[in-house]
């Protein structure tokens, strides 16, 4: 069982940035990619971000790509989301999620139910 919880989430303007984390606890978080996924109001959920195991690998959605960034310290359990010049259709619930059925060398999975481990959530709000 692994437990994962976000914070860093809030109130920004336009154009303004916020870091999000995720703290993992159980399981063992160092072979685990981890996926950030958003949810905004009568939406589905759509995936932000993933990053494997060591951080070598990154991908990211069109629609976010060159404002957000991935990261994660595995000596600290945790994965980071960094979002820059934010717009107010970011405004959303962020999650981050693990995969844990993935190997090592496999590949970054983009599909909400592909990941087994969820946290619940961190409100962003942008405003414009």
């Known amino acids: 069982q692994v437990h994962l919880v976000e914070s860093g989430g809030g109130l920004v303007q336009a154009g303004g940035s916020l870091r999000l984390s995720c703290a993992a606890s159980?399981?063992?978080?160092?072979?685990?990619?981890m996926g950030w996924f958003r949810q905004a109001p009568g939406k589905e959920r759509e995936f932000v971000a993933a990053i494997n195991w060591n951080g070598a690998k990154t991908t990211y959605t069109d629609s976010m790509k060159g404002r957000v960034t991935i990261s994660r310290d595995n000596a600290k359990n945790t994965v980071y989301l960094q979002m820059n010049s934010l717009k107010p259709e970011d405004t959303a619930v962020y999650y981050c999620?693990?995969?844990?059925?993935?190997?090592?060398?496999?590949?970054?999975?983009?599909?909400?139910?592909?990941?087994?481990?969820w946290g619940q959530g961190t409100q962003v709000t942008v405003s414009s």
């Open positions: 159980g399981g063992t978080f160092v072979s685990y990619a």
């Open positions: 999620a693990t995969d844990i059925r993935t190997p090592v060398w496999g590949s970054l999975r983009r599909r909400s139910d592909q990941y087994d481990y």
